[in-house]
């Protein structure tokens, strides 16, 4: 919806938790492990927006081990309108669907979402995993759809209650493996600017692609003999 863009930088719109304020308040939240991923969002927010960091300890994540959660605070009273507009609300995490997205930017909208909630990550030397989780089931099921169409594999979603006992509300989440895992990542990243994802992530994947190769190779050789 580019009149409604107009005022968003689109980064914005891909990968953190972004905390909208309550009605009658203007000062937005973004949040993220990733500090990288924030001072990309400050630089282009411009000057006066900082990052700042906060030790959160593991006893409030069900963590294991105490971890560095990364933030950035602005006033925008016309970008929060349009944000509005395309659907964000206040604990967007518990209540966001997903959005009508067009097919050429679909993409690009699900990096971001692997950039904020996602993982890449490998099991053993040999197996690539990428997993994705979130507070809002029917956000899930609606990507899950949107990956299985495209060939992802047959995806489950996965229900975990919380273990601390101030937290009512479940996570949900699926997992992409093996082969499937290549073929989504290479969807994910073939082709994309470094300015446009998380390179934390990828480099998990690139450092992970000439063992495509060797494991081809390995099992050639294997059914030659």
């Avoid at 927006?49 to 409030?60: E, N, P």
């Avoid at 997993?131 to 594999?153: E, H, K, M, N, P």
């Avoid at 600017?193 to 992530?201: C, F, I, N, T, V």
Wanted: charged letters at 30%; proline letters at 4%; one cysteine or more.
């Amino acid at each position: 919806r580019p009149g409604q863009c107009r005022r968003i930088p689109r980064s914005l719109l891909r990968g953190s938790s972004l905390s909208l304020p309550s009605r009658g308040t203007s000062q937005v939240t973004i949040c993220s492990i990733d500090r990288e991923h924030l001072e990309k969002h400050a630089a282009i927010l411009g000057t006066g927006v900082k990052v700042q960091t906060a030790k959160q300890s593991k006893t409030g994540f069900s963590g294991s081990e105490d971890r560095y959660i990364h933030s950035i605070q602005f006033t925008r009273p016309k970008m929060i309108e349009d944000l509005r507009e395309l659907g964000l609300t206040e604990r967007k995490s518990l209540t966001m669907r997903f959005p009508e997205v067009p097919e050429e930017f679909l993409r690009d909208f699900i990096r971001g979402c692997w950039d904020g909630d996602g993982s890449i990550f490998l099991e053993g030397s040999k197996r690539l995993v990428a997993g994705f989780v979130t507070g809002s089931l029917s956000f899930i099921q609606a990507l899950r759809d949107q990956l299985s169409i495209r060939g992802f594999g047959r995806l489950t979603i996965q229900t975990r209650q919380p273990d601390d006992v101030k937290t009512k509300n479940p996570s949900y989440s699926f997992r992409i493996s093996g082969n499937f895992a290549v073929r989504f990542c290479q969807f994910l990243y073939d082709d994309v600017p470094e300015g446009l994802l998380l390179s934390r992530k990828f480099l998990i994947y690139k450092n992970f692609a000439p063992n495509l190769t060797r494991l081809a190779i390995g099992r050639e050789t294997r059914r030659d003999d």
